[in-house]
């Protein structure tokens, strides 16, 4: 993102409702039990947010909303992608979504 600021452009970021790397944090509640609404939001709401939210920032901040608006991420970002695309197709112009973690069985068990 700091590249992209640096050439003039609007970058915009969400932690997806999250505020630590490990998912047992903020994705099970002290019952264990998952917390489906957490969940949800960082998994694809809060990326349709993002676009929205961005979007109205930078039309207060410059006057207009943004002519082209355009996604890239990797591994989570490449999964948000995806996920941006099949949810929201209308919020960005386009999505370049790379070595996007969508396989989680098999990530979980490279893990260990």
């Known amino acids: ?13 969400t932690d997806g409702g999250h505020t630590s790397d490990d998912p047992a944090d903020w994705g099970l509640p002290e019952s264990g039990m998952p917390d489906h609404n957490t969940m949800y939001n960082f998994v694809i709401a809060s990326l349709g ?8 920032l930078a039309g207060s ?4 909303k943004p002519k082209y608006s355009y996604w890239t991420g990797c ?10 695309a099949q949810q ?9 979504a ?8 098999q990530f979980s068990i490279g893990g260990y």
């Open 49 to 56: 947010d993002a676009a929205t939210i961005g979007k109205s």
């Open 75 to 84: 591994s989570q970002g490449g999964r948000q992608g995806l996920a941006l």
């Open 98 to 105: 790379s070595a996007p973690t969508i396989n989680w069985p």
């Open 88 to 96: 929201y197709p209308e919020a960005y112009d386009g999505i370049v």
């Open 1 to 13: 993102m700091i590249a992209a600021a640096a050439e003039g452009y609007v970058a915009i970021s």
């Open 61 to 64: 901040a410059y006057g207009s």
